[in-house]
């Protein structure tokens, strides 16, 4: 069975600092791992994804996520926070194949103040 | 162009009603879904089907009853509203072209009062 913890329910930063979201997943298949992010009263949106190929993975918007098999993560990283970096991010585990459900963490939320 | 819509974007009804959410994708994927994001902001899956066939069905109460017509579209039909289905549903769709990267619609916010 797959599952993902997600470490914190709430990160808060200052604008210009860096971000760390943190992310542990376990999977008893070689998992596809995401990050999506969602703004207030808005969809979910893909912040970017590892599926087997390099384990620094680049996303949008200056993020990016780093997939390490021995400790089971997949934190979430960004340079410098910016204001509308302020949303509700989700890491998510699938199977690897389409058609497969996608399992949820339950979401950090991230502050960001001025 | 939006690659999955669901419609209406915002649904307030009465406890006891029929409502259904339309959700339609472009993608040429062969797997919708539907999930479900409670006050929580807890997301869970609720249905897939693939080229029109259901192939995950959570435990969901059986007032939930999906309907794919194609598989370009999924739909929810809910009955006998609940003030506990209030709630944000999502519409998403995956395929081989895009791997398994699921794309999300926007969100249908229903709220039963």
């Known amino acids: 069975a797959q599952s993902v913890t997600q470490l914190d329910s709430h990160v808060s930063v200052s604008e210009g600092t860096p971000v760390l979201l943190r992310c542990n997943y376990s999977?008893?298949?070689?998992?596809?791992l995401f990050w999506y992010v969602q703004h207030p009263n808005k969809g979910l949106q893909l912040l970017l994804k590892?599926?087997?190929?390099?384990?620094l993975v680049k996303g949008i918007n200056g993020f990016e996520a780093e997939f390490k098999k021995s400790e089971t993560s997949f934190h979430l990283t960004k340079p410098s926070a910016h204001m509308s970096d302020a949303a509700e991010y989700f890491c998510?585990?699938?199977?690897?194949?389409?058609?497969?459900?996608?399992?949820f963490g339950k979401g950090t939320t991230l502050s960001v103040s001025s | 162009d939006t690659a999955v819509s669901q419609t209406p974007k915002y649904l307030v009804t009465q406890m006891g009603n029929d409502k259904s959410i339309k959700c339609e994708q472009n993608?040429?994927?062969?797997?919708m879904y539907w999930y479900k994001q409670d006050s929580k902001k807890f997301l869970k899956i609720m249905f897939s089907?693939?080229?029109?066939?259901?192939?995950i069905n959570e435990t969901v109460p059986n007032r939930f009853s999906p309907k794919s017509p194609d598989k370009a579209h999924l739909n929810l039909h809910i009955n006998s509203l609940e003030l506990g289905d209030s709630a944000v549903y999502f519409c998403?769709?995956?395929?081989?072209?895009?791997?398994?990267?699921?794309?999300f619609g926007e969100g249908s916010w229903l709220t039963v009062v």
């Open positions: 998510v585990v699938s199977g690897g194949q389409a058609g497969t459900a996608l399992i």
């Open positions: 999977s008893s298949y070689s998992p596809s």
């Open positions: 590892y599926t087997s190929a390099a384990t």
């Open positions: 993608l040429g994927h062969d797997t």
């Open positions: 089907y693939n080229n029109k066939e259901l192939i």
């Open positions: 998403a769709s995956n395929g081989r072209v895009g791997g398994n990267t699921i794309y």
